[in-house]
């Protein structure tokens, strides 16, 4: 089945502690990015990547890293969670062949609670 | 800048009537428009797009959405509307020479009483 995976559903950790979310699609996709879900906000891009070692910031980068070592593979880290992070998080993916356009594949989410 | 906004934090529709949920956009050149739902505890999952063509796109579940160039407005539509349409629903928009950026909009909870 086509899908994004992300890991974990559900996190509460303490402020500074480094954490990893991770995200993997089997689809093949250059597309991968990350998005974080606030209420009355909608979805804000955190970081963004065409392929295997490109990324850029998206709209919030702020306080975040990500690495793109492998196609399927877009982690997202944060060096020392703040209790402003707390949030929805989604990673997406979505092919990038030329001339077509497509929509985004959405993982199921992870809700991060730093206290 | 890119921008979309969804003017209306919630909609409320009888069961069989047609709903629309509304979404205008701002972008710089032609834009592709696409139309996410988002049931509870899920990601979002992609409903339908507008790249260019007819005016009037069909999507998934039954629900379609009309591109008006003029209005700068991209409506999603559904003749008849079912309890288990109630959801969360994004418009989004992405320029067609702003690479891969992709705006959503804040959401528009859709709420179908029986």
């Known amino acids: 089945e086509a899908q994004v995976t992300q890991n974990p559903r559900y996190l509460i950790t303490v402020t500074g502690k480094k954490l990893t979310v991770t995200c993997s699609q089997n689809?093949?996709?250059?597309?991968m990015s990350w998005y974080r879900q606030d209420p009355g906000l909608g979805l804000r891009q955190i970081y963004y990547?065409?392929?295997?070692?490109?990324?850029d910031k998206g709209d919030v980068p702020e306080g975040y890293k990500v690495s793109r070592k492998e196609k399927r593979n877009f982690p997202l880290i944060l060096e020392s969670p703040s209790p402003n992070q707390t949030s929805l998080y989604f990673c997406?993916?979505?092919?990038?062949?030329?001339?077509?356009?497509?929509?985004?594949?959405f993982g199921s989410g992870t809700r991060l609670t730093v206290v | 800048a890119q921008s979309v906004a969804q003017p209306e934090d919630q909609v409320n529709v009888a069961e069989g009537n047609p709903l629309t949920v509304k979404c205008t956009y701002s972008?710089?050149?032609?834009?592709?428009l696409f139309w996410y739902v988002q049931y509870p505890n899920r990601g979002l999952q992609f409903l339908l797009k507008?790249?260019?063509?007819?005016?009037l796109v069909k999507g998934s579940y039954g629900f379609e959405a009309e591109f008006n160039k003029s209005q700068t407005s991209f409506h999603l539509k559904k003749p008849s509307a079912l309890v288990s349409d109630s959801a969360l629903y994004f418009c989004?928009?992405?320029?067609?020479?702003?690479?891969?950026?992709?705006?959503f909009g804040a959401g528009t909870r859709l709420f179908v009483k029986a």
């Open positions: 972008v710089s050149g032609n834009p592709y």
């Open positions: 990547s065409m392929n295997v070692e490109v990324t």
């Open positions: 989004a928009v992405r320029a067609e020479t702003g690479g891969f950026k992709t705006i």
């Open positions: 997406a993916s979505s092919s990038a062949q030329a001339p077509q356009v497509y929509g985004y594949t």
């Open positions: 689809m093949n996709h250059e597309y």
């Open positions: 507008y790249i260019t063509g007819d005016n």
